[in-house]
């Protein structure tokens, strides 16, 4: 697998738990990462699967780092497979070495790379487009994470749709409902009465911004509502500004917890206001708990969560709707209740831990096409 994730060298990373699971239906799972400089060394991570870490000096020369270290397990006999994480750089990696070892490979996609919102979001994202048309149609395999990127290669890739294969990202619903409250928000935020919940990579596509700039027209209402935003990225700076600007005391954002299960399960509502997404995983883990969701028409919005029955789904970037429908299910309990019971109902048949990752297996039985 290659891989650009260096959480995987974190101990105890959601990321390599969830890399030790996948190694239980291989004989051997060996991942190489994107790394910079001399931070990581080739890991353990269970008894047969091993993280190596490029160590890249500079970023031009990881796919000669990537190239050297397949090389080496490739002539060793250890590779027979490659998964790449994504259509860009990890998959132009995996396509060099399939032209020189032969190697059937496979690519994942997690994001809706052919949203309007990701390809004009930088040219760098404009350049990724690009390489990810030439290298789709060249692999063996797809694997993509919603019914949405299915539809969007289908019509925007001209690649052999029997090769994609549907797979969201695992998540461990038996946990979320086993898993006991230690934080409640309302004993934490008590002086407020309603907790619109927000839980997220701070980011630019996030568009939590928008959230921020609706909250100051619920207060004028709902002056007891807190808008609790969960999370670390690049873009906190910049919302903490727009809310000490705006003299908001109802916006409230806090590092990213390992206890965020209490936090769905003692929140009101759960907001997502991604511009473009591949799946949306907080969103199921909210369905899974209980929480009732608003989130934009991304990922999964209208595959799993459709829009009247087991959430709200609001068109992207549309303040006046997030308002709306953030209105309409905090003037209706009983329509939050319908709303959580359905969500608690439709991600109660997801598959267990065991099935899901045989099905991981099967994605990457793969014959070589040229």
């Keep these: 697998m290659l891989s650009t994730d260096q959480r995987i060298?974190?101990?105890?990373?959601?990321?390599?738990?969830?890399m030790a699971d996948f190694g239980s239906v291989f004989d051997e799972l060996r991942i190489i990462v994107y790394t910079r400089g001399n931070l990581y060394k080739k890991t353990a991570i269970a008894g047969n699967v091993f993280v190596y870490s490029t160590n890249t000096k500079f970023k031009p020369f990881y796919f000669?780092?990537?190239?050297?270290?397949?090389?080496?397990?490739?002539?060793?006999?250890q590779l027979s497979v490659i998964s790449c994480q994504d259509p860009f750089e990890t998959g132009f990696a995996g396509w060099l070495l399939k032209l020189r070892f032969k190697i059937p490979f496979q690519i994942q996609v997690h994001t809706d790379l052919f949203s309007?919102?990701?390809?004009?979001?930088?040219?760098?994202?404009?350049?990724?487009?690009?390489?990810?048309?030439?290298l789709l149609p060249r692999a063996d395999g797809i694997r993509v994470v919603s019914e949405r990127i299915k539809q969007s290669l289908k019509s925007n890739v001209k690649c052999q749709m029997s090769n994609v294969f549907v797979l969201?990202?695992?998540?461990?619903?038996?946990?979320?409902?086993?898993?006991?409250i230690r934080t409640d928000l309302h004993k934490k935020y008590f002086d407020y009465d309603f907790i619109i919940l927000m839980a997220?990579?701070?980011?630019?596509?996030?568009?939590?911004?928008?959230?921020?700039?609706?909250?100051?027209?619920i207060v004028k209402k709902y002056p007891k509502a807190l808008l609790l935003i969960v999370g670390d990225g690049p873009e906190r700076g910049a919302l903490q500004k727009s809310i000490v600007k705006s003299r908001l005391l109802n916006v409230v954002i806090e590092h990213w917890t390992d206890d965020l299960i209490s936090y769905y399960k003692t929140?009101?509502?759960?907001?997502?206001?991604?511009?473009?997404e591949g799946y949306g995983r907080t969103v199921v883990e909210a369905m899974a708990a209980g929480l009732p969701v608003i989130m934009t028409n991304v990922g999964l919005a209208g595959d799993i969560l459709k829009d009247n029955l087991n959430g709200l789904i609001v068109p992207i970037n549309n303040l006046g709707e997030l308002k709306r429908g953030i209105r309409i299910l905090m003037d209706d309990k009983e329509k939050r209740k319908d709303i959580s019971r359905k969500s608690i109902e439709t991600v109660g048949n997801f598959p267990i831990k065991k099935n899901y990752f045989e099905k991981y297996r099967n994605s990457l039985n793969l014959k070589s096409v040229a």
């Design 200 to 217: 997220s990579r701070l980011t630019g596509e996030k568009n939590i911004g928008m959230a921020v700039g609706v909250m100051s027209e």
């Design 9 to 18: 060298f974190e101990e105890n990373s959601e990321v390599r738990q969830r």
């Design 168 to 180: 969201p990202v695992f998540i461990d619903i038996q946990k979320i409902k086993n898993e006991k």
């Design 116 to 134: 309007p919102y990701f390809w004009r979001e930088s040219f760098k994202n404009k350049l990724r487009v690009l390489l990810a048309k030439f």
């Design 64 to 77: 000669f780092d990537v190239y050297k270290i397949a090389k080496s397990l490739i002539t060793n006999g």
């Design 267 to 276: 929140a009101d509502l759960f907001l997502f206001t991604s511009n473009y």
